[in-house]
Every structure is written in structure tokens, then in C-alpha cells.
């Protein structure tokens, strides 16, 4: 990664971290407070993003509801990478007739749309965030695990291994020691792109009323309710979209820097 990518990283991920954790510093204003008087209200000084039909500020809801999206895009890539790593290791170290077995399930549902496949289990859990953090991890899961499937196989036949190997590691010191912990640099540049991945299939679920519900301040359903108004009032619409094109586009960036860096890094390997 250059240096400008860098030096984007840092703030991008410092500015994420601070409308997470501390929104008050950036916008410390009440998300849920109406005002009537200032419904439909266009961008201006007082409101930056202007206002939402019951005169709420679109700026502070954005910056409140930061950390609802990220919690929804961070614990659906956690669970779904969770899960992947198990069926692929399982997969690519197991007997062949596992393998199979577990393959022919992956390339299934696989096969099936990730958003589909999502909608699929909140059918069967019901709406909320707690079901869309399952369903977006779940559909992720099968294309992470096809990916750390190979990846582990390449590395059992690499020249890193049959170093170990004559070196007299067992077969269970080799795999802890060496085998997972360089899948796992494959598997950290799929958790910064999944993130942004998860972050806008959680928001078209609380777009379609099946994630978290208004009137918190997420994103999707920001969206949902600003489409209504979209001649009247196109900033309700326009702004959240922004929020979760920026963090998307940017965790792209920084997996693909971070990619990039492991790719040019991985020529020698320590044992």
C-alpha cells in the first residue's frame, strides 16, 4: 500500500472508529429528536444534510447510526469467516470423502445468490438485527470457504511445508505453526472486503423492513424511508446512500492495499 493509501486508511478508519464508538464528538445531537416545525428542511447551517419528514437531522442520525451498521457488518463477517475457516479447513485437511461431502454442499449454495440465500433465512428466523447479522454471515459463509479451502491445500503442497517436514514437525505442529497461520493472511484481507460487503447487504435487508426496524438510525432503513419523499426531499435518500457507498469503497481499498502488501510480502517464510 502507498503511502497516500496509507495515510486514507488511517483517517478513514480513525473518522469510522469515532462515529462508533464516541458520535456525540462528531454530531452531538439526539438521533431520535423530531422537530415538526423542521420536517423536509434542505441542507443548510443549521442542518448540513438537512432534515427527515419528522424534522430529524439526517446528519446526526448518519453519524448515530455508524455504529449500528459496522456492529451489523463486523459480527456477520465475523460469524460467516467463523464459519467458513471451519468447513474449509475441515474440508481441505479432512478425507477425501469429507471433502466431498463438504464441497458439494459449498458449490450448492453457492450456486444460490448470497442476498437470496439471505432473505431465505430471515424467512425462516424472522426480521431484526440479531437475524440479519445470522443471515448475512450464513450466505457469506460458503464463498469464504471455498477460498480457504484452496488456499490451505496450495500451502500443504508449498515448499514451506516439505520444509517442516524435514525438518521433523509432526502433522499437528506443522498444520497449528505453519499451515493456519498463513492461511489466516488470506483470510485478514477477506474479513477487510467482507466487512464492506456485509455493511450493504445488511442495509438492503433493513431496506426490505427485515433488518433493524425505524426509527433507529441505520442506514438501510434510512433509505427506505427516504425513498417516499425522493421528489421531495431527495438529501433523506442521497446521503445515507453516500454513507454506505463510502464505507463499502473504502474497505474495498484497504483489503485490496492490505492484498496487495501480503502478496508482495509472502516470498519467504519463516519456520
Known amino acids: 500500500m502507498s503511502?497516500?493509501?496509507?495515510?486514507f486508511s488511517a483517517i478513514f478508519i480513525g473518522v469510522l472508529a469515532v462515529a462508533a464508538v464516541f458520535p456525540g464528538v462528531l454530531a452531538p445531537g439526539n438521533p431520535l429528536a423530531v422537530d415538526p416545525a423542521a420536517a423536509f428542511?434542505?441542507?443548510s447551517v443549521d442542518h448540513p444534510l438537512g432534515t427527515d419528514e419528522s424534522g430529524r437531522d439526517i446528519y446526526t442520525r448518519i453519524i448515530h447510526g455508524t455504529a449500528d451498521s459496522l456492529q451489523i457488518g463486523l459480527l456477520a463477517t465475523a460469524l460467516g469467516m467463523s464459519v467458513a475457516l471451519v468447513l474449509g479447513s475441515l474440508a481441505a485437511l479432512g478425507p477425501r470423502?469429507?471433502?466431498q461431502a463438504i464441497l458439494a454442499v459449498l458449490e450448492t449454495l453457492y450456486a444460490v445468490p448470497a442476498l437470496l440465500l439471505a432473505l431465505i433465512i430471515i424467512a425462516f428466523t424472522g426480521p431484526g438485527p440479531e437475524p440479519a447479522i445470522i443471515a448475512v454471515?450464513?450466505?457469506?459463509?460458503p464463498g469464504?470457504?471455498?477460498l480457504i479451502r484452496s488456499q490451505i491445500r496450495i500451502l500443504r503442497g508449498s515448499e514451506m511445508m516439505e520444509a517442516a517436514t524435514v525438518l521433523g514437525r509432526g502433522p499437528v505442529r506443522k498444520t497449528v505453526n505453519h499451515l493456519i497461520p498463513?492461511?489466516?493472511r488470506t483470510l485478514m484481507v477477506l474479513v477487510t472486503l467482507g466487512i464492506g460487503?456485509?455493511?450493504?447487504?445488511?442495509?438492503?435487508l433493513s431496506f426490505?423492513?427485515?433488518?433493524?426496524p425505524p426509527p433507529a438510525p441505520e442506514w438501510g432503513a434510512m433509505l427506505a424511508s427516504g425513498r417516499t419523499y425522493l421528489n421531495l426531499a431527495w438529501w433523506m435518500t442521497v446521503f445515507p446512500g453516500l454513507a454506505i457507498v463510502v464505507v463499502a469503497a473504502g474497505a474495498t481499498l484497504i483489503g485490496r492495499g492490505i492484498g496487495a502488501g501480503s502478496a508482495h510480502s509472502s516470498g519467504k517464510v519463516t519456520l
Open 3 to 7: 503511502r497516500t493509501g496509507q495515510i
Open 41 to 43: 428542511s434542505s441542507p
Open 97 to 99: 470423502w469429507i471433502d
Open 137 to 141: 454471515g450464513c450466505s457469506t459463509a
Open 144 to 146: 469464504y470457504a471455498r
Open 182 to 184: 498463513n492461511a489466516l
Open 197 to 204: 460487503q456485509a455493511v450493504v447487504w445488511a442495509s438492503a
Open 208 to 212: 426490505l423492513g427485515l433488518g433493524t
